[in-house]
């Protein structure tokens, strides 16, 4: 009888749980004095946002909504998460910006509207400009804020004189779109805006200001397992995000555990689109405010402050980032100063970043990330964005897979000042540089490399390495160059040598010849320009074999074009695994999952079983010889 007694008892308590969670449901039509229901919807998110209990969902009708969500909780665990979600099949944008009408003519094009500051609430980006650590301003002001046109965004100038008499700015691949401009001015109490439509009448067509700093940020840290699904997200007047900062982007998680932030449209962000980093507490452009000792030590020190401020995998990170299209951000896609460890990113295309190049700075690129600690980057697609991925400080456990990266003008990957272990797999890095490393402890293994490799030693910066699958820091280093393992990749060597005297960068794996460190290099082929490592014994290396990489673009998919020397055979190789690759020098981390289980390289770019005997150098196994066209996303 107790025993029938005690499971009724867990039956009603279980019962009651599920009972409690709710879904409210928020429409443009809606009025928050509403009970939240279908019929009976909120007018705001914030509104539902502040009511909102572990397992409830908010789902959000067609519409678009500008404001700024500032969840007052989040869920308590993976299973008991709240849940913000566009509803099915409806188009739900959520803006940073405002709209503004009652433009008034000047001449030849140029418009000015003046606002008060009460327009704007309690924050004006235009009288706040873009300021922070490693942040170069070209010796000018950049305001967060950003004037659109029919949803593109213009070019701010420094006077007026400049909108008046607009120029195309050289710097930018839009040199028609740099012919829109604007300059603002604040007075006492107002704020001026003139702007260059050319030939459009702004009161006739969408004008919009960015007006908050944010689309959905938690202002205190604590925030957990909250999912943002199929929303689309615009228009904020976000600050520069360095590693030494609070980070805040159009969707930012402050320091806090377990988001999942997928199938959503993210662009138009004055600086950072999604953001995974750290709080203002442990320290605020530090090194901004004091320059009297140099910004790598500044780093270390916010560093020990965020472990003594509960930066472990049990509070911090373990984030997914997945489905997500990206662009137009002028700092980076998705960025994260020690909050992005633990996490998976995935999936995601991103594109367009720093495309206006009004600005420049150390923290600019599709995926910028610091400590990506035990941190998954796999099948995203990421082009036009200046630099693709670029991982600095702390990449220990990282591994980046199939992604697929081309068109970035700087490099693919930049891996810089980690001690590894950091696994780069079945990558497509199809851009004129493919890798730049001043790094150590890394395996690349099975890429295809159609640029060059860029790889120095840095003797002046000590940098942090862990206790494996911990942040807990065992200890400090600088970078000797080598212990690095290159197996079974594929340099094409097709793009033209433009530093020539440059000795840190070279098609192919002749940088290595002066490394410090021991590297295990074996199976690798070499077409055109690219030279195999001194004491390679085992490759395949052809001068006279150029081959022209081309990608395609239809609709959402991608192809890409290459041959393959049908003339010789490949070199011979193995299955690639953690046993083989050992573990890094520094970190005595082996390159393994972040459960410590192994890994086993034997599947390639598309998701093909690999020869447990001979496997196929490079991304794609047994592609055939000759010209090749390959469905690659």
């Not at 025993?3 to 019962?15: A, N, P, W, Y």
């Not at 020098?585 to 770019?605: H, Q, R, V």
Request: proline share 4%.
């Amino acid at each position: 009888m107790k025993r029938l007694k005690f499971s009724l008892l867990i039956l009603l308590v279980l019962t009651s749980s599920i009972a409690v969670a709710k879904e409210y449901h928020v429409s443009v039509n809606g009025n928050n004095n509403n009970d939240g229901s279908e019929l009976k919807p909120f007018k705001t998110i914030n509104f539902a946002a502040q009511l909102a209990q572990p397992g409830d969902v908010i789902t959000v009708h067609a519409g678009t909504y500008r404001e700024w969500i500032n969840p007052a909780r989040g869920g308590e665990s993976d299973s008991k998460r709240i849940v913000y979600r566009a509803a099915a099949g409806e188009v739900v944008e959520i803006k940073g910006s405002e709209v503004v009408k009652e433009w008034k003519s000047e001449k030849n094009g140029i418009w000015k509207v003046t606002l008060p500051d009460l327009f704007f609430g309690n924050y004006n980006p235009y009288r706040d400009s873009i300021f922070g650590d490693w942040f170069d301003n070209y010796k000018r002001i950049h305001h967060t804020g950003e004037v659109f046109l029919n949803g593109k965004s213009l070019y701010e100038r420094e006077t007026l004189e400049k909108v008046i008499n607009t120029v195309t700015d050289k710097r930018t691949r839009d040199t028609t779109g740099s012919k829109y401009t604007w300059y603002c001015r604040s007075d006492a109490g107002t704020v001026t805006i003139w702007a260059n439509f050319q030939k459009f009448n702004p009161n006739k067509e969408l004008v919009e200001i960015s007006a908050r700093k944010s689309c959905f940020y938690p202002e205190k840290p604590g925030i957990n397992y909250i999912t943002i699904s199929g929303f689309r997200i615009s228009q904020a007047a976000t600050q520069w995000a360095a590693p030494t900062a609070e980070q805040i982007g159009m969707i930012s998680t402050n320091w806090n555990k377990g988001w999942i932030i997928e199938n959503n449209i993210i662009h138009d962000s004055k600086c950072s689109g999604i953001t995974l980093g750290k709080e203002r507490g442990t320290g605020h452009n530090v090194w901004y405010a004091d320059q009297s000792i140099d910004g790598s030590l500044h780093y270390i020190e916010v560093t020990f402050r965020t472990l003594r401020n509960g930066w472990s995998k049990e509070n911090i990170g373990s984030h997914i980032i997945r489905n997500n299209e990206i662009f137009n951000c002028e700092q980076t896609g998705i960025c994260g100063s020690m909050g992005a460890a633990f996490s998976i990113v995935e999936n995601n295309h991103i594109y367009n970043i720093w495309a206006k190049r009004q600005f420049n700075g150390a923290e600019i690129a599709g995926i910028k990330f610091h400590a990506a600690i035990d941190t998954k980057i796999e099948k995203n697609r990421i082009h036009d964005a200046g630099r693709g991925i670029w991982l600095d400080w702390m990449a220990q456990g990282t591994r980046v897979s199939k992604n697929l990266m081309y068109r970035n003008d700087l490099e693919d990957l930049f891996m810089e000042v980690n001690h590894g272990p950091t696994l780069v797999d079945n990558n497509l890095l199809l851009s004129t540089v493919g890798i730049s490393t001043q790094s150590q402890g890394g395996a690349i293994v099975h890429n295809l490399i159609a640029g060059q490799l860029r790889m120095w030693p840095e003797p002046n910066r000590f940098t942090p390495y862990h206790l494996p699958h911990s942040t807990e820091v065992a200890g400090l280093s600088t970078i000797f160059s080598g212990d690095d393992r290159y197996y079974n990749n594929i340099f094409l060597g097709n793009e033209p040598d433009t530093k020539k005297n440059d000795t840190r960068q070279a098609f192919g794996l002749i940088t290595y010849n002066n490394a410090k460190l021991p590297v295990w290099i074996s199976g690798n082929i070499y077409y055109n320009k690219a030279v195999h490592y001194k004491a390679e014994i085992n490759y395949v290396e052809n001068p006279a074999f150029r081959t022209d990489v081309k990608t395609a673009e239809e609709g959402n998919n991608v192809f890409l074009s290459f041959s393959l020397d049908d003339k010789n055979a490949d070199p011979k190789t193995e299955i690639i695994s953690t046993a083989l690759l050992g573990k890094a020098k520094m970190a005595k981390e082996a390159f393994e999952n972040p459960d410590g289980t192994p890994i086993t390289l034997d599947t390639d770019y598309l998701g093909k079983k690999r020869s447990e005997t001979n496997p196929s150098p490079g991304p794609f196994e047994k592609p055939g010889k000759g010209s090749i066209t390959i469905k690659v996303w």
